[in-house]
């Protein structure tokens, strides 16, 4: 191609792309500016995991079975329960999420049998040190009521 | 193959990476150059590597699920519906028809955010930062759809043995349906844009040549490979899931250069459109998991093969099984460790920055070729 | 027509070793079960067939380790499975990297996994992990490497199997359309 030809469409392809992004423009923005504005998110969003509480009752929905524990590819649930004297039914005492192996896989909800654990909208997470994501879920619970 | 250091020759060694950009990732490369040109390069692997195949040892057939949205991050969908796959084969469970049309339709949105994902940053590469932020948009809505039905992102882990974890919703039917509209209309922009574009085309022509003779001999599969002129997808070769009741091309390019790539990639999107589009309208009725499949899955004693294809070529996973509930050994064959693994051979001889085109060309995605 | 023709080119080298597979259930359609010497050869039959090396793997077994190396064809469906087996406490088999360049590296994986030494590799030092790697983490314990028999279909059914078994089970959804195709 002679030179005056090779500068020809250089030019032509550099205005067909000007085209493109001069019309960019004066098109709406799409970008949300976070912190101020933010977009709702999704309900089926999985956060990290939450207890359910029973609402007739107000305790949880646990049963302590602790298959949650147990089918937790990370091994992130640890979960401590003691039976009351002259209750029916365990309690939970604790329920520890160690949130910084958790992979939100969702296998822990899938597999909970007494439907007592959901995920959480919860997606503001940051934090100074590894400490504050070891969750304790029934800590949480209570001091959202 | 090894890079021997001699001092007393005039070269330059220069290692690309582990963290230049164009790798994205952790990938290292020495080069061997001579002024501008490349007389030896070495890829040097395993920044990033995980050992998922142990892993798998280690953790029941359920709790392997996770893992597969984690080896490659950009296409998570196909890689579950590989693990799936071969557990369905090695177990006889049979998902229902429900469940396999939306396995295809999200794998396929899947590809088509990996592809975007792709031609953006390969433009990124090459000096473009412009059609990076359009595509990005574009994949924003893919992301926004499939987070919709799968709750995560990026990192998917939706199938089921038996069938998907939720059903899909009308929203996301016809947000797909609007989606596809929209990217028809973008496809052609991209292509005013960068690949008619002078600077672009000069880049990328005629660069990283892959004769289909060394594509054979390095087990390249992919958009890599169907860019040398050989017509190979295992979607077609070897129809798995639904693949056989749709109707799609498979597009091939002859030019065995990064622009053949490239193109083959930008075509193959307008395929990934048109299965979703028929797979939507032929979406039958019923449940989305198979009736009766067992809390704890445990394969008969035995080993089986099942390969998919992913956005980046022939992925497959070997499993063997011994009876119990942890398979004894899974083998992923990744599609990006077989591409790399050819670079050294191509980008002999050639200028520094064409190897960064020719790597970009074969859209590498290092956690997957670490594993 | 593939598949028929790559059995003959393999069975007139292998007569005794190759053994057809049942596609549906395990994912690929001949099986080829050799001494450590003969994978060079095979690796030969399977280049001028067209085939491509998908991998080369392994599997930890007691008293023998065993080799695998997957081909595929790009013109078709036809998979074809290589096993070797080489004795664990000093496994040893010779290289395919001279016919299949692709193998190079998926060779040297499997030396960093698995301590395998491949004959006349080229350059086999470890891939994936690091330099001064002195373990290989797909070696199991010896409490829990299992012996051949134990990850093998149980032969009774092969026998019964490959005909009849296909109508009585549900056969699984994938291969089903594999085979029809």
Not at chain 2, 50 to 63: I, L
Request: net charge negative; with cysteine; aromatic share 10%.
């Amino acid at each position: 191609m002679s030179y005056f030809g090779e500068i020809y469409t250089g030019a032509v392809s550099l205005i067909a792309g000007l085209g493109v992004t001069g019309k960019a423009l004066f098109q709406p923005t799409v970008t949300v500016q976070y912190p101020w504005e933010t977009i709702d998110i999704t309900p089926t969003f999985r956060g990290h995991i939450e207890l359910v509480t029973d609402e007739e009752t107000g305790n949880f929905k646990c049963i302590c079975c602790g298959l949650c524990q147990l089918n937790c590819p990370s091994h992130c649930i640890s979960i401590k329960s003691s039976k009351p004297e002259g209750a029916k039914k365990k309690a939970l005492d604790s329920y520890m999420l160690n949130f910084t192996t958790c992979s939100l896989c969702g296998t822990c909800v899938e597999g909970c049998p007494a439907d007592a654990i959901k995920f959480s909208d919860d997606y503001n997470l940051a934090g100074f040190s590894r400490e504050e994501f070891y969750f304790d879920l029934v800590k949480r619970a209570r001091e959202e009521k | 193959m090894k890079i021997e250091r001699n001092l007393e020759e005039h070269s330059l060694y220069l290692n690309m990476g582990p963290q230049h950009p164009s790798t994205h990732g952790v990938l290292r490369v020495i080069l061997k150059l001579d002024g501008e040109y490349i007389e030896e390069a070495e890829p040097v692997l395993g920044y990033i590597h995980r050992m998922h195949e142990k892993m798998g040892e280690n953790r029941t057939y359920a709790q392997y699920l996770p893992n597969m949205g984690r080896v490659d991050y950009l296409s998570a969908l196909s890689y579950n519906q590989c693990y799936v796959g071969a557990v369905e084969r090695l177990t006889g469970i049979a998902p229902p028809p429900r469940a396999e049309y939306i396995r295809v339709i999200t794998t396929e949105l899947n590809r088509l955010s990996s592809h975007l994902l792709w031609f953006g940053a390969y433009v990124l590469d090459l000096g473009g930062f412009t059609p990076f932020l359009y595509s990005f948009d574009d994949r924003e809505h893919i992301l926004d759809l499939l987070e919709s039905i799968t709750g995560s992102r990026l990192t998917y882990c939706y199938f089921r043995f038996g069938g998907v974890s939720k059903d899909i919703t009308d929203d996301f039917i016809t947000g797909t349906r609007a989606f596809i509209k929209r990217l028809r209309m973008h496809l052609p922009m991209y292509e005013t844009l960068v690949t008619k574009n002078v600077i672009f085309i000069n880049r990328v022509k005629e660069v990283g040549i892959i004769t289909p003779e060394a594509a054979r001999r390095y087990g390249v599969t992919g958009p890599a490979l169907r860019g040398s002129g050989i017509k190979y997808d295992v979607r077609k070769n070897e129809p798995y899931s639904i693949y056989p009741e749709v109707d799609f091309d498979i597009p091939v390019q002859d030019g065995c250069d990064a622009l053949s790539r490239y193109i083959v990639r930008m075509l193959e999107m307008e395929q990934s459109m048109r299965i979703i589009e028929q797979a939507l309208d032929k979406l039958p009725e019923g449940p989305v998991m198979a009736p009766k499949v067992p809390k704890k899955v445990k394969p008969p004693k035995g080993d089986c093969y099942f390969a998919v294809e992913t956005a980046r070529g022939d992925f497959g996973i070997y499993i063997v099984s011994d009876g119990t509930e942890t398979a004894y050994r899974i083998k992923l064959r990744t599609p990006g460790f077989s591409n790399l693994s050819i670079f050294a051979e191509i980008s002999r001889g050639t200028l520094l920055q064409d190897a960064i085109s020719t790597m970009g060309s074969l859209d590498l995605v290092i956690p997957e070729i670490d594993r | 027509m593939l598949l028929s023709k790559t059995k003959t080119a393999i069975e007139s080298i292998f007569p005794l070793e190759i053994k057809e597979a049942d596609y549906a259930r395990v994912g690929y359609h001949l099986e080829v079960i050799l001494d450590a010497e003969k994978v060079v050869s095979l690796a030969k039959v399977m280049m001028a067939q067209g085939f491509y090396l998908e991998d080369v793997t392994a599997i930890d077994l007691n008293p023998d380790m065993e080799v695998i190396y997957h081909y595929a064809h790009t013109e078709g469906c036809c998979r074809v499975t290589g096993r070797a087996y080489t004795p664990r406490h000093a496994p040893e088999v010779p290289t395919i990297a001279g016919i299949y360049s692709g193998a190079n590296w998926h060779e040297r994986e499997t030396h960093d996994f698995f301590g395998i030494t491949f004959k006349d590799h080229p350059y086999l030092v470890p891939l994936l992990l690091p330099e001064d790697a002195d373990f290989h983490p797909l070696v199991k314990e010896d409490g829990k490497v299992k012996q051949l028999k134990d990850i093998k279909r149980a032969e009774v059914k092969e026998q019964a199997g490959a005909p009849a078994a296909g109508e009585g089970k549900p056969a699984p959804a994938g291969g089903e359309k594999g085979e029809k195709a």
